[in-house]
Nanobody, 121 residues
Framework: QVQLVESGGGLVQPGGSLRLSCAAS????????MGWYRQAPGKQRGLVAV???????NYADSVKGRFTISRDNAKNTVYLQMNSLKPEDTAVYSC???????????????WGQGTQVTVSL
């Protein structure tokens, strides 16, 4: 079993900041790509940011310059630092990780339960 648990969501005013964390635990041999996705009501889930095991990053155009993704491989944790938050950033943010559980198997993607981020006055 592999579990991803997010933390750090909440209510923040426009222009404020939040730092999300997602820790993976369970039977893990290694973790490849890790990423953050978000979904607002009535909209499809979309990529926010992704980071490879080597540290290469990619961001959605809407968050470039404001959000920073990072990871701590020793802790099996990925972070999302969100600055200059806007109302349109309001969504459920979910963590994703590509996990290898056995030396005999390939990777499988796992998802956290999500954490609510609300940007409002």
């Amino acid at each position: 079993q592999v579990q991803l648990v997010e933390s750090g969501g909440g209510l923040v005013q426009p222009g404020g900041s939040l730092r999300l964390s997602c820790a993976a635990s369970g039977s893990i041999i290694s973790i490849g790509d890790m990423g953050w996705y978000r979904q607002a009501p009535g909209k499809q889930r979309g990529l926010v940011a992704v980071i490879t095991s080597a540290g290469t990053t990619n961001y959605a155009d809407s968050v470039k310059g404001r959000f920073t993704i990072s990871r701590d491989n020793a802790k099996n944790t990925v972070y999302l630092q969100m600055n200059s938050l806007k109302p349109e950033d309001t969504a459920v943010y979910s963590c994703n990780a590509a996990v290898r559980r056995s030396v005999w198997s390939g990777v499988r993607e796992y998802w956290g339960q999500g954490t609510q981020v609300t940007v409002s006055l």
